[in-house]
C-alpha cells in the first residue's frame, strides 16, 4: 500500500498527486514512468514522473483525469492508499549517460506542451543540478491551463510562455515562439527535446528539423497498460517497430512515425476506451502484440 501524502488540482481535470514511495524516490531517474493501481481491483495506469525526492522518499505525480481509472486515481484523499506503485520503468533521458564535459558544452531548448510540462520538469530540475543551461518553452491553451509555472522558472535559465490564446506570454503555438527565438533573438541550440501532445511534437520535430537541431520526443501517452504486454504503444521508430513502455519513452524524433501513432492513438481519449480499442485490434487479428512484430 502507498500512502497519498498530498493532492492538488493544478488546472481543470489536472491534478498533482505526492506519496510516498522510498525506493522508487531513490532510483528514478529524468524521463522514466511509474505503474500505478488505485485498488486491488484496479488497471495499471502508467503514469509520468513529475518530480521525486530521495531524502523524503516522495514521487510526484500529474494526472490528466480523462476516464474512470484516472479519475479514480484522483478521487483517493490525503492519508489514503494505493494499492501499489511500480516503478521507475522506462529507460531514462539519454543525456544522463552522457559526461559532464559532453553536457555542459551543449544548450537544451524543452519544449512542453500542456500536461507534458509535468514530465519535462524532472529533466530540466536534473540538468540544472549538473550545471546544465536549459531554455524551456512551455505552452497550453490558455492561461488556466498553464501548469507548472513556477517551478520551472526556479529551473530553467530562460522560460518562455506561449498559450493558444494569448492570455499569457507569447500569443501563438510553441512551434512560432521556438522559431522566433531562434530567428529573431539569434538562439542557438543543440538539443531539442518537445513532451506533449502529438501533434505538438510532430510540427515541433519538423521545426527542429528546418535548423537541423537535433530533437527528442516522449511517447508516453501511447501507452496503456505500460507492461510491454498489451502492444498498444506499438510505434514505428526508423522503420522498426519499437514499444514505447520497454524501449522508450523517448525516441530521436526525426526517426518517430508520427502519422502512424496519431492514427492509432486515434480518438481514443481515455485508458479505457484505448484498452478496448487495441482488445479489438486483437481480436481481428492485426499484429499488436509484443513478440508477433518484433
Ligand atoms: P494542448 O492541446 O493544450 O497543447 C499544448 C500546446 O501544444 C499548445 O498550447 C500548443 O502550443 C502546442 N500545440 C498543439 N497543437 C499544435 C500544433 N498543431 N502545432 C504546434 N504546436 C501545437 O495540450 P493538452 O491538452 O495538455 O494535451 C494533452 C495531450 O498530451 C493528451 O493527449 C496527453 O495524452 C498528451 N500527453 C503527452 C505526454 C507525453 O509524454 N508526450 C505527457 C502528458 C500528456
Ligand atoms: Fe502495453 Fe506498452 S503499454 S505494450
Not at 483525469?65 to 478521487?75: D, F, H, Q, W
Not at 509535468?118 to 550545471?131: F, N, R
Request: net charge neutral.
Amino acid at each position: 500500500m502507498v500512502e497519498i501524502l498530498s493532492r492538488e488540482m493544478l488546472a481543470e481535470n489536472i491534478w498533482q498527486t505526492v506519496v510516498y514511495a522510498p525506493r522508487i524516490a531513490k532510483s528514478a531517474k529524468p524521463g522514466q514512468f511509474i505503474i500505478v493501481r488505485a485498488d486491488e481491483r484496479g488497471e495499471r495506469i502508467p503514469l509520468t514522473i513529475a518530480d521525486y525526492d530521495a531524502e523524503k522518499g516522495t514521487v510526484t505525480m500529474v494526472t490528466q483525469a480523462l476516464g474512470l481509472s484516472t479519475r479514480k486515481i484522483v478521487s483517493k484523499g490525503v492519508g489514503e492508499h494505493f494499492a501499489d506503485v511500480a516503478g521507475p520503468l522506462g529507460r531514462p533521458s539519454d543525456f544522463v549517460h552522457e559526461t559532464m564535459e559532453e553536457l555542459q558544452r551543449k544548450r537544451f531548448v524543452f519544449v512542453a506542451g500542456g500536461v507534458g510540462t509535468a514530465p519535462v520538469y524532472p529533466q530540466v530540475k536534473w540538468l540544472k543540478e549538473h550545471g546544465v543551461e536549459v531554455d524551456v518553452i512551455i505552452g497550453a491553451k490558455t492561461k488556466d491551463m498553464l501548469i507548472y509555472t513556477e517551478q520551472m522558472r526556479a529551473v530553467a535559465s530562460n522560460l518562455y510562455i506561449a498559450t493558444d490564446d494569448g492570455s499569457e506570454g507569447f500569443h501563438g503555438l510553441v512551434t512560432a515562439l521556438l522559431e522566433k527565438l531562434i530567428t529573431e533573438q539569434g538562439k542557438s541550440y543543440d538539443c531539442c527535446v518537445a513532451i506533449g501532445p502529438m501533434i505538438m511534437m510532430k510540427f515541433v520535430t519538423l521545426t527542429a528539423k528546418k535548423f537541423n537541431l537535433p530533437c527528442i520526443v516522449s511517447l508516453n501517452a501511447l501507452m496503456v497498460d505500460g507492461t510491454g504486454m498489451c502492444g498498444a504503444c506499438r510505434v514505428t521508430i526508423a522503420g522498426k517497430t519499437k514499444f514505447t513502455c520497454v524501449d522508450g519513452p523517448e525516441f530521436n524524433a526525426y526517426d518517430v512515425d508520427f502519422d502512424e501513432a496519431m492514427r492509432r492513438q486515434g480518438m481514443y481519449r481515455t485508458q479505457e476506451q484505448r484498452a478496448l480499442a487495441i482488445a479489438r485490434e486483437r481480436e481481428q487479428g492485426h499484429k499488436c502484440n509484443i513478440g508477433l512484430d518484433k
